[in-house]
């Protein structure tokens, strides 16, 4: 009994180890020899595009996004506008109008009704005359070379979607952003080195990123994170999905810490959505299964295995010291998450701590977030996240 025990509470933190470290060391050093796909169009041959926008009341942001666009190095005759806002209160349409009189490639449309992001992009794709779309964000300001560094890989004709390299702005040592930014750059890194290595980029950055229009596939009006289940469909199809670290964007990362979990436990429950769904793809699709099984699949479950692994080791706490390693393991993190929030609430950051914090809200937002999608209350439409740290950037 006690060597059953100790196998069975160490190796419940086995898959957490595997998702977060021993995954992505694996795939990013394997693929250092490997390039990133060559064949591209030059300057004066990339076609003409469409870029899709849902937003709702960002009137703080709206003006810059629209002006970031039109000043890149893309030709504006080659470039289709179309923003559908989704029954604003603030000053977003106003804008818009604006924009338009200045922007003739840009097409305004207003829903007077919430519709939610996702119902908005499955009627503004019908409408794009284009076959290479970019789908983005409001509060995501592209660089010059955003849109030429997306749309030149879809010479290959194997390629079905091209993921921006998102750089954030508006940090704050106060909050969890520096955290944040920490985890999306491993994100980066991790999901290139996927790219480059088989193709199967495990879920673009949502805010940025380019396909084929003839990929697209309706994502269902209740779903919660469109970005991976447009990927996953793409993946499904047989072409490719890459990342290239030269379409850089900038997205202000959040430090109000209980609108970003409230984010993160929606997320979360899009993430189970999206497992049910594409679970038949968890096995039998060679490099595919094994990246979302270890990138995906084991990181949702994550709190799973570790409640579990707690649990265990609490029952059988004197039968060994593993067990009582894990449960001093687990109370010295709880320790240090508390501490955090006091030192905290008294304006002093140590980020160490905010680190521990980051991945124990993370894991605390997925464990919350799957009984919400076991309720499947959803409605599919979304309010703003509270972003804009420095409103004078």
């Known amino acids: 009994m006690n060597y059953i025990t100790l196998i069975s509470s160490s190796i419940l933190l086995m898959p957490v180890c595997y998702s977060y470290v021993l995954y992505p060391l694996f795939v990013v050093i394997v693929s250092k020899s490997k390039e990133n796909n060559n064949i591209q169009y030059n300057a004066d041959e990339l076609p003409s595009i469409t870029i899709i926008m849902a937003a709702h009341n960002e009137e703080l942001i709206i003006e810059k996004k629209i002006e970031s666009i039109f000043s890149s190095s893309y030709a504006r005759e080659k470039i289709q506008l179309i923003v559908g806002t989704d029954c604003c209160n603030d000053a977003t349409d106003s804008i818009l109008a604006k924009q338009a009189d200045i922007y003739p490639e840009l097409t305004h449309i207003i829903f007077k009704e919430r519709q939610g992001k996702i119902r908005i992009i499955n009627n503004l794709v019908k409408q794009s005359k284009n076959e290479i779309l970019i789908l983005t964000d409001a509060n995501v300001l592209f660089s010059t070379k955003t849109l030429a560094s997306l749309v030149r890989h879809f010479k290959n004709d194997s390629i079905g979607l091209v993921d921006s390299h998102m750089k954030n702005y508006g940090l704050s040592s106060s909050g969890i952003s520096y955290p944040e930014q ?18 199967c980029m495990m879920g673009p950055f949502g805010g940025c990123f380019a396909i084929r229009k003839k990929l697209y596939k309706p994502v269902p009006e209740k779903y919660l ?79 799973f295995f570790l409640l579990f692994s707690l649990l265990l080791s609490i029952i059988y706490f004197n039968h060994g010291i593993p067990n009582i390693i894990i449960v001093y393991g687990f109370g010295l993190v709880g320790i240090l998450v508390l501490l955090d929030f006091i030192l905290k609430s008294l304006k002093v950051n140590i980020k160490i701590l905010r680190y521990t914090s980051h991945f124990t809200i993370m894991n605390l937002a997925l464990f919350i977030g799957f009984f919400k999608f076991i309720r499947g209350n959803s409605n599919g439409i979304w309010n703003r996240t509270e972003r804009l740290q420095n409103r004078s950037s």
């Open 182 to 199: 920490s985890y999306i750059s491993l994100e980066v890194i991790l999901k290139q080195a996927e790219g480059k290595l088989w193709g």
């Open 225 to 303: 994170v469109d970005d991976f289940h447009i990927n996953m469909n793409i993946l499904k199809q047989g072409s490719m999905a890459i990342h290239e670290s030269e379409a850089i964007v900038y997205e202000d990362v959040s430090s109000h810490l209980s609108a970003e979990f409230n984010r993160k436990i929606r997320i979360s429950a899009g993430n189970f959505q999206n497992l049910i769904h594409f679970s038949k793809m968890l096995i039998k699709h060679g490099s595919i299964s094994f990246a979302f099984i270890s990138h995906k699949a084991l990181r949702w479950l994550s709190p």
